[in-house]
């Protein structure tokens, strides 16, 4: 299989739109009342319509839909869900930008596969490319349709009227008629497939600004329910028999202890053991008294990784993992100066600050679990491949979560919790401890990148790029190497690992950026001059140039402790300059103030986008400076939080954010892309200081050292 | 044991084992869910509550220990459909991303200014530092407490 190490790739790679659903049976006018429902399909067919209250089965694959209801209130269904990088608030501008309605009359159901079009999940920043996209063409279509039923109800021409704050208006004859006037007493469904015309960055007038996030208040009151604060009645609290290892088989088990106790039911099915009780107490010392035997082989440890890593390649490989241009045995022959360097990265941990939780309710064969993840479908998927069950039998919903950075796209505690309601007869909650979720979720790939260079006149001549597990996001170089050769080697890694915000991005720009670093430096060239030199791409050229006019990258050091040093790189379609400085007195490095110059095309939504830059910049100098997962022969060594340190509010620079709004550009995401160049920025600003160069990250896992290598 | 947790201004009679833990009782008994599990370790700051003003873990707190004094979570700090100071200065700054630490670092910044009425950068980040947000809004949330702390305090008395 390709790239294990890699799932948010593959995922990319198996976009199986082939969904069929029968819109009847999600009846949208029994839930929302009567009104319009605009359903944009994918289909190449003319233009569908129905008039009998959605009964209809409509077997097209249909990407998203919107629904007007007789009070003109807008409910928009996305499978997209919300994690708090904020498109519940820049899907709805969108929504509201097309449609022509105020942002406070869109709601947004999101991940909930009974009622949202289904929907890979959500990562790889696609949610504003792609979603975005398809919701403004959804509010265009059902602009087109209402402005289609005033012109038939005044018998006027389309062209004539035209649509603004949620009414159809004909300026000539001064009729007004309100979206809601329009669909009263109907329950008509409208499938759409062209592409309707669409308003362009440059005229936005809804999208493009600060609208405040959408349900904020909730979250300042308590209000919010996050799945770790649901109940349902007769619900018990369910906890899980963890191994004392990784891949560990249960030997034996003895639960008649905890069967015992009033209320316990203990679970035993394979290796997996469980209990769920009335109260989280009694689960808990249920699950204490449960006396389970586990037999673990052994297995790698943190000491041997990286040396791991490299020796245990995968054999099978992925012809796009590999790139290469024009010879660089050739270009080895005429560079003036050669490079050789390895870098690495270690272990890290997502770290929500709401572990996995879930919710499992069966009705006869039927199941419905709240969970926190990305992939409500995906989830859907494990669950009837865990159960033996038609996926049509279960229901996930995921409400608003505790974050997840790429880190919960799988369904672990879903699962969980629906094998021991199943047992028990009762709905089960289940949240993971954070000792669970540091050892049992996955982590960001750990990896080694060797890196040769050769330059000559200033000029890069060849370059050999070799990324060792860690995976292939972000790895083709930005700059203009005409001899080049890029590979991504997937390794039978030691621990499970998935996918993280930027994901192997981070790991590719802090080895690609560190090592033109240190040629810059081999060169006695400025290391933005180097870059700039060796750099075509204008988009990239320009954050660069923003971020060092806003820093003052020509300004000269106030003190020999002061360290300043630049990154940039073009990923998920943005580009991305980073501007770090440090200081560092008696061995302590502290980043002082970050730039980041930003190109995500047009901006959506500036101050939400502020909020993402600024916290992937914080998340980012964690995995820089110090977060590693410490492991030995299949046990985690620091699962908690006061042994894995994460950024405080003492860690945080002053952040500088630079937004250069291309308005001419689609609109790309923004929430993984600002995190890639902080690592390589702090790493170089570390050496601009002390003369140190690192090349692990995290860069500070046992203090800076006293003396270069 | 029976015990009277006074929470938000309203009583509870309860009968619970003393050393059960404050935050369960909270969430799983008053289904007063604001108040949340980070790490059980008094690490993160998420199940922040005051107690006679006092920011307190209360996923370290037994719930012997709080009976009889003045509890407040984040579902007691407005008045009515008034938020208070801080809760407005977190929503206008925009302070938040995923909003799962929002309770805690609501609730540590009303004590904080509950003694440190104009609190400077640093005396900010001293005290909250014991609050995570994981999602790194750091800089939004020591400008809501200035924010806040701009507020007239007569506006809503915080009484807690």
Same mark, same amino acid.
């Given at each position: 299989?390709?790239?294990?190490?890699?799932?948010?790739?593959?995922?990319?790679?198996?976009?199986?739109?082939?969904?069929?659903?029968?819109?009847?049976?999600?009846?949208?006018?029994?839930?929302?009342?009567?009104?319009?429902?605009?359903?944009?399909?994918?289909?190449?067919?003319?233009?569908?319509?129905?008039?009998?209250?959605?009964?209809?089965?409509?077997?097209?694959?249909?990407?998203?839909?919107?629904?007007?209801?007789?009070?003109?209130?807008?409910?928009?269904?996305?499978?997209?869900?919300?994690?708090?990088?904020n498109?519940r608030t820049s899907?709805a501008q969108?929504?509201?930008?097309?449609?022509?309605?105020?942002v406070s009359?869109?709601?947004?159901?999101?991940?909930?596969?009974?009622?949202?079009?289904?929907?890979?999940?959500?990562?790889?920043?696609?949610? =504003?490319?792609?979603?975005?996209?398809?919701?403004?063409? #959804? *509010? +265009?279509?059902? /602009?087109?349709?209402?402005?289609?039923? $005033? @012109?038939?109800?005044?018998?006027?021409?389309?062209?004539?009227?035209?649509?603004?704050?949620?009414?159809?208006?004909?300026?000539?004859?001064?009729?007004?008629?309100?979206?809601?006037?329009?669909?009263?007493?109907?329950?008509?469904?409208?499938?759409?497939?062209?592409?309707?015309?669409?308003?362009?960055?440059?005229?936005?007038?809804?999208?493009?600004t600060s609208t405040p996030k959408k349900n904020a208040q909730?979250?300042?009151?308590?209000?919010?329910?996050?799945?770790?604060?649901?109940?349902?009645?007769?619900?018990?609290?369910?906890?899980?028999?963890?191994?004392?290892?990784?891949?560990?088989?249960?030997?034996?088990?003895?639960?008649?202890?905890?069967?015992?106790?009033?209320?316990? =039911?203990?679970?035993?099915?394979?290796?997996?053991?469980? #209990? *769920? +009780?009335?109260? /989280?107490?009694?689960?808990?010392?249920? $699950? @204490?008294?449960?006396?389970?035997?586990?037999?673990?082989?052994?297995?790698?440890?943190?000491?041997?990784?990286?040396?791991?890593?490299?020796?245990?390649?995968?054999?099978?490989?992925?012809?796009?993992?590999?790139?290469?241009?024009?010879?660089?045995?050739?270009?080895?022959?005429?560079?003036?100066?050669?490079?050789?360097?390895?870098?690495?990265?270690?272990?890290?941990?997502?770290?929500?600050?709401?572990?996995?939780?879930?919710?499992?309710?069966?009705?006869?064969?039927?199941?419905?679990?709240?969970?926190?993840?990305?992939?409500?479908?995906?989830?859907?998927?494990?669950?009837?491949?865990?159960?033996?069950?038609?996926?049509?039998?279960?229901?996930?919903?995921?409400?608003?979560?505790?974050?997840?950075?790429?880190?919960?796209?799988?369904?672990? *505690? +879903?699962?969980?919790?629906?094998?021991?309601?199943?047992? $028990?007869?009762?709905?089960?909650?289940?949240?993971?401890?954070?000792?669970?979720?540091?050892?049992?979720?996955?982590?960001?790939?750990?990896?080694?990148?060797?890196?040769?260079?050769?330059?000559?006149?200033?000029?890069?001549?060849?370059?050999?790029?070799?990324?060792?597990?860690?995976?292939?996001?972000?790895?083709?170089?930005?700059?203009?190497?005409?001899?080049?050769?890029?590979?991504?080697?997937?390794?039978?890694?030691?621990?499970?690992?998935?996918?993280?915000?930027?994901?192997?991005?981070?790991?590719?720009?802090?080895?690609?950026?560190?090592?033109?670093?240190?040629?810059?430096?081999?060169?006695?060239?400025?290391?933005?001059?180097?870059?700039?030199?060796?750099?075509?791409?204008?988009?990239?050229?320009?954050?660069?140039?923003?971020?060092?006019?806003?820093?003052?990258?020509?300004?000269?050091?106030?003190?020999?402790?002061?360290?300043?040093?630049?990154?940039?790189?073009?990923?998920?379609?943005?580009?991305?300059?980073?501007?770090?400085?440090?200081?560092?007195?008696?061995?302590?490095?502290?980043?002082?103030?970050?730039?980041?110059?930003?190109?995500?095309?047009?901006?959506?939504n500036?101050q939400g986008?502020?909020?993402?830059?600024?916290?992937?910049?914080?998340?980012?100098?964690?995995?820089?400076?110090?977060?590693?997962?410490?492991?030995?022969?299949?046990?985690?060594?620091?699962?908690?939080?006061?042994?894995?340190?994460?950024?405080?509010?003492?860690?945080?620079?002053?952040?500088?954010?630079?937004?250069?709004?291309?308005?001419?550009?689609?609109?790309?995401?923004?929430?993984?892309?600002?995190?890639?160049?902080?690592?390589?920025?702090?790493?170089?600003?570390?050496?601009?200081?002390?003369?140190?160069?690192?090349?692990?990250?995290?860069?500070?896992?046992?203090?800076?050292?006293?003396?270069?290598? | 044991?029976?015990?009277?947790?006074?929470?938000?201004?309203?009583?509870?009679?309860?009968?619970?084992?003393?050393?059960?833990?404050?935050?369960?009782?909270?969430?799983?008994?008053?289904?007063?869910?604001?108040?949340?599990?980070?790490?059980?370790?008094?690490?993160?700051?998420?199940?922040?509550?005051?107690?006679?003003?006092?920011?307190?873990?209360?996923?370290?707190?037994?719930?012997?220990?709080?009976?009889?004094?003045?509890?407040?979570?984040?579902?007691?700090?407005?008045?009515?459909?008034?938020?208070?100071?801080?809760?407005?200065?977190f929503v206008q700054a925009e302070?938040l991303?995923?909003?799962?630490?929002?309770?805690?670092?609501?609730?540590?910044?009303?004590?904080?200014?509950?003694?440190?009425?104009?609190?400077?950068?640093?005396?900010?980040?001293?005290?909250?530092?014991?609050?995570?947000?994981?999602?790194?809004?750091?800089?939004?949330?020591?400008?809501?407490?200035?924010?806040?702390?701009?507020?007239?305090?007569?506006?809503?008395?915080?009484?807690?």
């Open positions: 299989m390709k790239a294990a190490s890699d799932p948010e790739l593959q995922q990319h790679q198996r976009i199986l739109r082939l969904h069929r659903f029968d819109l009847g049976r999600r009846d949208f006018f029994k839930v929302l009342g009567g009104g319009l429902v605009v359903c944009v399909a994918s289909g190449r067919l003319a233009a569908q319509e129905s008039g009998d209250g959605g009964r209809r089965q409509v077997s097209e694959t249909l990407d998203s839909w919107l629904h007007i209801g007789e009070t003109g209130q807008v409910t928009v269904f996305t499978g997209k869900v919300e994690v708090g990088q498109i899907l969108q929504v509201s930008e097309e449609l022509r309605v105020p009359t869109i709601t947004m159901v999101m991940g909930d596969t009974d009622l949202t079009p289904y929907d890979m999940g959500t990562f790889g920043s696609r949610s =504003t490319p792609q979603m975005g996209t398809q919701l403004r063409k #959804v *509010a +265009a279509s059902a /602009r087109a349709v209402l402005t289609q039923m $005033a @012109a038939e109800r005044w018998h006027t021409d389309e062209a004539n009227l035209l649509a603004a704050e949620g009414t159809i208006r004909d300026p000539k004859s001064r009729r007004v008629i309100s979206y809601a006037d329009l669909t009263r007493g109907q329950k008509l469904t409208k499938v759409v497939f062209n592409d309707p015309p669409e308003t362009s960055a440059d005229k936005w007038k809804v999208a493009g909730d979250f300042v009151t308590g209000a919010h329910k996050y799945v770790s604060d649901l109940s349902v009645p007769g619900m018990l609290f369910g906890k899980v028999v963890r191994p004392n290892a990784f891949h560990a088989n249960l030997a034996s088990c003895d639960g008649s202890q905890a069967e015992k106790m009033p209320g316990v =039911t203990v679970v035993r099915d394979g290796d997996f053991v469980g #209990v *769920a +009780a009335e109260d /989280r107490g009694t689960a808990e010392r249920a $699950a @204490a008294a449960v006396r389970a035997q586990w037999n673990a082989p052994a297995q790698p440890s943190e000491s041997e990784l990286f040396d791991y890593l490299k020796t245990h390649e995968q054999k099978e490989k992925d012809p796009d993992d590999e790139i290469i241009k024009g010879s660089v045995e050739e270009a080895r022959v005429w560079a003036a100066k050669t490079l050789q360097q390895t870098y690495t990265v270690a272990y890290i941990a997502h770290v929500p600050l709401e572990p996995r939780a879930a919710v499992a309710e069966w009705k006869g064969s039927k199941l419905t679990v709240w969970t926190g993840t990305q992939r409500p479908f995906g989830v859907r998927s494990e669950l009837a491949q865990a159960f033996h069950i038609s996926e049509d039998d279960i229901r996930v919903i995921m409400p608003d979560t505790g974050s997840a950075y790429g880190g919960k796209h799988t369904g672990e *505690a +879903a699962v969980e919790a629906a094998r021991l309601a199943k047992t $028990a007869g009762k709905p089960v909650k289940l949240t993971w401890t954070r000792e669970e979720e540091f050892t049992w979720a996955y982590f960001r790939p750990a990896g080694v990148i060797e890196v040769r260079s050769g330059v000559k006149d200033g000029t890069l001549a060849f370059w050999e790029f070799d990324n060792y597990n860690s995976g292939p996001s972000g790895m083709s170089t930005p700059y203009e190497v005409a001899n080049q050769r890029v590979a991504f080697h997937p390794s039978d890694a030691p621990l499970r690992q998935g996918s993280y915000r930027s994901l192997a991005a981070a790991a590719n720009h802090f080895a690609r950026e560190s090592h033109m670093d240190e040629l810059a430096h081999e060169l006695k060239m400025d290391p933005l001059e180097f870059r700039m030199k060796n750099l075509k791409d204008e988009r990239l050229r320009a954050v660069f140039q923003a971020a060092a006019d806003k820093f003052g990258w020509a300004k000269a050091k106030n003190s020999p402790s002061q360290g300043f040093g630049i990154a940039g790189g073009i990923e998920k379609g943005g580009r991305v300059a980073t501007v770090a400085e440090v200081s560092i007195s008696r061995g302590e490095v502290k980043v002082v103030r970050v730039v980041e110059a930003f190109d995500c095309g047009a901006v959506v500036p986008l502020r909020n993402q830059i600024a916290g992937a910049v914080v998340q980012g100098l964690g995995g820089a400076l110090f977060e590693a997962i410490h492991f030995e022969n299949g046990r985690i060594l620091n699962p908690h939080l006061a042994e894995y340190r994460v950024p405080r509010f003492s860690d945080a620079p002053q952040i500088d954010v630079v937004l250069v709004d291309r308005k001419d550009q689609p609109s790309m995401g923004a929430g993984e892309t600002p995190l890639v160049g902080i690592a390589p920025a702090v790493a170089n600003a570390i050496f601009n200081a002390s003369g140190i160069r690192l090349r692990s990250m995290p860069l500070l896992a046992r203090g800076l050292p006293s003396k270069a290598t | 044991m029976a015990l009277t947790l006074l929470v938000n201004g309203k009583e509870h009679n309860l009968e619970v084992s003393p050393e059960e833990i404050l935050l369960y009782v909270l969430r799983d008994r008053l289904d007063l869910t604001g108040a949340k599990y980070g790490c059980g370790e008094g690490q993160c700051g998420a199940c922040t509550v005051l107690i006679d003003g006092s920011a307190v873990r209360s996923c370290r707190t037994q719930v012997s220990a709080a009976a009889g004094k003045k509890i407040t979570t984040i579902e007691g700090l407005a008045r009515g459909d008034t938020l208070h100071p801080v809760q407005k200065a302070a991303q995923c909003g799962y630490c929002t309770p805690g670092m609501i609730l540590s910044a009303v004590a904080l200014l509950d003694h440190t009425p104009k609190p400077t950068g640093k005396q900010i980040v001293r005290y909250m530092d014991g609050n995570i947000c994981r999602c790194g809004t750091y800089e939004r949330i020591i400008e809501a407490v200035r924010f806040a702390a701009t507020f007239s305090r007569s506006k809503h008395e915080s009484g807690v």
